[in-house]
């Protein structure tokens, strides 16, 4: 495994080393020893897996107390990722990246503690799995506006796109509850 960084500090890409022959393919998508190596000593409690269409968006979600770090990949399809920074002591407060996490790249990212996450679906379907770092406290769960103007990202939507209810109530950065 390899790390990328990301143009937000403590957001990384890991890179699995894959072995693939006329059968197929084979790699490591999660290993505490390997990853603790590379600087990232993470345990984590909840296996997530959700499956959405085309332009579903899912974020930018976060928990204010109980805050989750994240470990993403994508099984199936592909999606456009993003992390943005809700760390009011951070010199990177307020700002985002993006990436593209599919079934092809095998590509994994690290969201830390302390970020909102989401992610919107560019293929005809994706199949997402998270592992985190503690466990879903719906009652603690925040979401900011996927379309924030503020925040300005560039989502490569193709039509409308499809969100929960609660995404819709998202609040804006401005007015959002951060981190310290």
């Given at each position: 495994?390899?790390?990328?960084?990301?143009?937000?500090?403590?957001?990384?890409?890991?890179?699995?080393?894959?072995?693939?022959?006329?059968?197929?393919?084979?790699?490591?998508?999660?290993?505490?020893?390997?990853?603790?190596?590379?600087?990232?000593?993470?345990?984590?409690?909840?296996d997530?897996?959700?499956?959405?269409?085309?332009?579903?968006?899912?974020?930018?979600?976060?928990?204010?107390?109980?805050?989750?770090?994240?470990?993403?990949?994508?099984?199936?399809?592909?999606?456009?990722?993003?992390?943005?920074?809700?760390?009011?002591?951070?010199?990177?407060?307020?700002?985002?990246?993006?990436?593209?996490?599919?079934?092809?790249?095998?590509?994994?990212?690290?969201?830390?503690?302390?970020?909102?996450?989401?992610?919107?679906?560019?293929?005809?379907?994706?199949?997402?799995?998270?592992?985190?770092?503690?466990?879903?406290?719906?009652?603690?769960?925040?979401?900011?506006?996927?379309?924030d103007?503020?925040?300005?990202?560039p989502?490569?939507?193709?039509?409308?796109?499809?969100?929960?209810?609660?995404?819709?109530?998202?609040?804006?950065?401005?007015?959002?509850?951060?981190?310290?």
């Open positions: 495994m390899r790390l990328i960084e990301t143009d937000l500090p403590g957001v990384v890409l890991i890179e699995p080393k894959v072995f693939g022959d006329d059968r197929g393919f084979f790699f490591e998508s999660w290993n505490r020893r390997t990853l603790a190596v590379l600087g990232l000593d993470l345990e984590f409690v909840q997530n897996h959700s499956r959405s269409a085309r332009n579903v968006l899912r974020g930018l979600h976060y928990q204010l107390q109980h805050a989750q770090g994240k470990l993403v990949r994508v099984v199936q399809g592909e999606v456009f990722d993003v992390a943005v920074d809700l760390r009011r002591s951070s010199p990177h407060f307020g700002r985002w990246t993006g990436f593209t996490l599919s079934a092809q790249n095998k590509r994994m990212a690290w969201i830390p503690p302390g970020f909102a996450h989401g992610f919107c679906v560019t293929s005809e379907y994706a199949e997402f799995l998270y592992k985190t770092t503690d466990y879903w406290h719906p009652e603690h769960e925040r979401s900011l506006r996927w379309d103007p503020q925040l300005a990202i989502w490569p939507l193709t039509g409308a796109p499809v969100l929960a209810a609660k995404d819709q109530a998202g609040v804006l950065l401005a007015d959002a509850e951060a981190y310290p």
